[in-house]
């Protein structure tokens, strides 16, 4: 595992921290939240903060908007709307897995 060295406020010294490590679970996360209509956690907990805030926001407001739709057509907006959510939440998926490769493949370089 490779350790970054930071200096540390207290006593003066040099302190081992881990360095941080990708985590191969968070495409899964990311796809199984955005079935449940809940788009962005995944990239949220990858460390993209506000893109991840962004997404999250943006699915809660196309509830709103959903459900108005789904009470104006009785339904059949659902056609529309749920394929919507799969195709977002597999573009999400794969965006925060090659977020992951892109910080696995930064960390390996800079320890070689």
Do not use: N
Request: hydrophobic content about 55%.
């Amino acid at each position: 595992m490779q350790e970054i060295h930071a200096q540390s406020a207290t006593s003066g010294g040099a302190v081992a921290m881990p360095a941080v490590q990708p985590r191969p679970l968070l495409p899964w996360l990311e796809l199984i939240a955005g079935f449940f209509g809940f788009h962005g956690v995944g990239l949220f907990f990858a460390g993209k903060r506000v893109r991840g805030a962004i997404w999250f926001i943006l699915s809660l407001v196309k509830h709103a908007v959903g459900a108005g739709l789904l009470l104006a057509t009785a339904g059949l907006a659902l056609a529309c709307l749920l394929p919507l959510d799969i195709g977002l939440s597999i573009y999400l998926a794969l965006a925060v897995a090659r977020g992951l490769r892109k910080q696995e493949h930064g960390i390996v370089t800079a320890g070689h």
